[in-house]
């Protein structure tokens, strides 16, 4: 080595005892400890004047800096290039029970260190949202007339959110412990390892024999571990300062120093081509990733190139950045507009709360209404996306008022019920003791209108409070019984007239199936007629016995058809009797009915028999012979013929009404009224 070169590079190598780089100062010792690298780094700016190299980096700085902030934290997680995407959930519009379920499984399923964005999100909605509920809470307690100083509430979510929370903080601080005694290890091999490199260019041995131990020096360089952050900058410049030197010291080795010039560029050629194409990654978070890890390589793992490339590739790169910024940019920009969106859609909600709140109704089922619409509102609230971090609070607090706004109008409406239903259990236990006066009374007519009296009475007065509902209502429902039941077991005693009915209408359908036909038509109508005058004087008999009546009308349509009468005229004949039955009794309204009665029952055939025919359309096309067919023909016939019939009794009960009205017509009285 000549004299001069030898000289040159002492100059440079004290210089690095003063400067370590455009930005830290590292003193000469035998050791260098971190908090020597930052206090002298900030002596050294003080006095340092800027170089046009400075201004450049100065213009870039904001576009630089998120990213090395970000490879400054990156240096305390060395699985960052290998970690997964967390999502981020809008933890806004979740229950504070979904938010403590949310809250577990992050804690209990990812690392530590990479949720705290997550945690701090999901703690900041249950606090909001806890104390909204526990608001709701003590407002329903003092309208139920509590004292609020007496006010407790022990929510077992609340306890669970507590547990989980507490897990996630002591995780936090053991790993950050452990992190921090890991990172100051790391950072004392790391200065350890810059002396190496110091060291390096006063040794006196073989060019290759040093050019092989600075690569064994880059090697334990890139893997000595993760560092303090606030000596992250520091320190790395410092390295690259004295890899330069070593560079210069190269010089004196041209082909070796040439040659990793020329590996570095290829190296940071191929870094620029991968930050070029994040360009289209459509994932912007997976890419300004991606751009972290491509420039925490470029730090750590490539050294410098030739002069005459620094500039140019530096260039190449830190535009392929500022690009990726601007993505970052316009999508925070259309984020904004997003959320202010969110923010006039939660305006919006909050005033029709509030409409709600100024106007709550006076009526029970309205106000149920209306609490459903509160609800419905509250829940599209949390789902409106989050609003500008500056007005969050002010919304939320603007949210919280209306709400309690409306609660409160609400609890006084039912603490007012409340009154209301204690005025009405006072009335109906007035009910009640009359009611148990009255059960065993045996003044039928008299208790029996009371009776039915205070049962009508019972059911206008309202509501009670529900506890006394059932309880109440079991005991007046007993009385009454007591008392009706009563009352039908002396109605009972009427039903042996009903069943002396019964026995005679057994006689008489006796008789009726040892009839024979004489065999002259006339005389067996007669006959047959006489019959079912008789039946119908024999009045009602009890009511799970009816089936007799269609016994005999069994056995008469039987002699009917012997006889060669039609069904149709066996109904006239039997609808003969009901008519003058109503004849003699002379009953506008009983004749009114059964007019009423026919007319519908005509109505209804000549549906049926429309329907049928309709459907007969959709066979248009089947044989006469299809069994389909021919059962909706002889439906048809059938309705048609039932049809005649009931006409034939409108006409029968039409021709009796005229005669009756031929006679002189007397006044209904009020009692037949």
């Not at 709360?353 to 949390?382: C, G, P, W, Y």
């Amino acid at each position: 080595m000549s004299e001069e070169k030898q000289q040159e590079l002492e100059q440079k190598t004290a210089a690095s005892e003063i400067i370590a780089s455009e930005d830290s100062v590292v003193p000469e010792k035998e050791t260098i400890s971190a908090e020597t690298v930052v206090n002298e780094t900030s002596k050294n700016i003080a006095v340092k004047p800027k170089n046009l190299k400075d201004q450049e980096k100065e213009k870039e700085a904001d576009v630089l800096e998120e990213i090395n902030e970000s490879n400054a934290e990156d240096a305390e997680d060395n699985d960052n290039e290998n970690r997964h995407v967390i999502p981020l959930l809008d933890y806004h519009q979740m229950s504070i029970e979904n938010l403590t379920g949310e809250l577990q499984k992050l804690v209990k399923n990812e690392k530590v260190q990479a949720i705290k964005k997550h945690v701090d999100g999901i703690k900041s909605e249950f606090d909001l949202k806890f104390q909204e509920f526990i608001d709701t809470k003590k407002e329903e307690f003092i309208a139920n007339g509590g004292n609020e100083i007496d006010f407790r509430y022990n929510s077992v979510t609340k306890r669970q959110f507590n547990e989980v929370y507490n897990e996630y903080r002591e995780k936090r601080n053991q790993y950050y412990k452990n992190l921090e005694k890991g990172l100051h290890e790391n950072l004392k091999n790391r200065l350890e390892i810059i002396e190496e490199l110091k060291g390096l260019v006063n040794v006196e041995e073989d060019i290759n024999t040093t050019y092989k131990n600075f690569k064994d020096v880059q090697d334990r360089w890139r893997n000595a571990g993760p560092i303090p952050r606030a000596n992250y900058n520091n320190v790395w410049k410092t390295y690259h300062h004295h890899i330069e030197i070593f560079y210069d010291f190269l010089h004196l080795n041209r082909e070796l120093r040439d040659l990793d010039f020329k590996h570095n560029l290829e190296e940071k050629q191929k870094l620029v081509v991968r930050a070029e194409a994040l360009a289209n990654e459509p994932d912007l978070t997976s890419a300004f990733r991606q751009l972290q890890v491509l420039h925490k390589i470029w730090k750590e793992e490539i050294g410098p190139v030739g002069k005459e490339h620094r500039d140019q590739i530096w260039e190449l790169f830190s535009n392929a950045t500022k690009v990726l910024h601007q993505r970052r940019q316009d999508y925070y920009k259309e984020q904004d507009k997003l959320y202010e969106q969110n923010l006039e859609h939660k305006k919006e909600i909050i005033a029709k709360i509030e409409v709600i709140a100024n106007e709550v109704s006076d009526n029970h089922k309205t106000l149920q209404q209306q609490i459903k619409q509160i609800e419905e509102f509250r829940n599209d609230f949390f789902k409106a996306g989050k609003v500008p971090q500056k007005v969050n609070e002010k919304t939320w607090a603007e949210f919280k008022d209306a709400l309690r706004k409306f609660n409160r109008n609400k609890n006084a409406y039912y603490k007012n019920l409340k009154k209301e239903q204690q005025v009405n259990l006072d009335k109906k236990r007035g009910l009640l003791e009359l009611a148990v006066s009255l059960k065993d009374s045996e003044d039928w007519d008299s208790t029996t209108q009371e009776m039915k009296r205070i049962q009508s009475e019972w059911k206008r007065i309202g509501h009670v409070p529900r506890k006394y509902s059932d309880k109440i209502w079991k005991e007046f429902k007993t009385a009454c019984n007591h008392y009706f039941d009563r009352l039908h077991a002396l109605k009972n005693k009427a039903q042996v007239a009903e069943t002396e009915n019964l026995v005679k209408k057994e006689a008489c359908l006796e008789r009726l199936r040892g009839f024979e036909l004489s065999g002259k038509k006339t005389d067996d109508i007669k006959a047959t007629k006489a019959f079912i005058s008789e039946w119908k004087t024999l009045g009602r008999v009890p009511f799970n016995k009816k089936s007799i009546n269609q016994k005999f009308n069994k056995i008469i349509d039987g002699i009917f058809k012997k006889l060669d009468i039609s069904t149709q005229e066996s109904e006239l004949l039997k609808y003969g009797d009901k008519i003058q039955e109503l004849a003699k009794e002379d009953n506008v309204r009983a004749i009114s009915n059964e007019r009423s009665f026919i007319r519908k029952k005509i109505d209804e055939i000549k549906n049926d028999i429309l329907q049928l025919e309709n459907n007969l359309q959709f066979f248009s096309n089947a044989s006469e012979d299809n069994p389909m067919v021919k059962d909706v023909v002889n439906r048809v016939e059938g309705h048609k013929k039932s049809l005649e019939t009931w006409k034939a009794k409108l006409k029968k009960l039409n021709i009796m009404e005229n005669n009756l009205n031929k006679e002189p017509e007397e006044p209904i009285s009020n009692e037949e009224e």
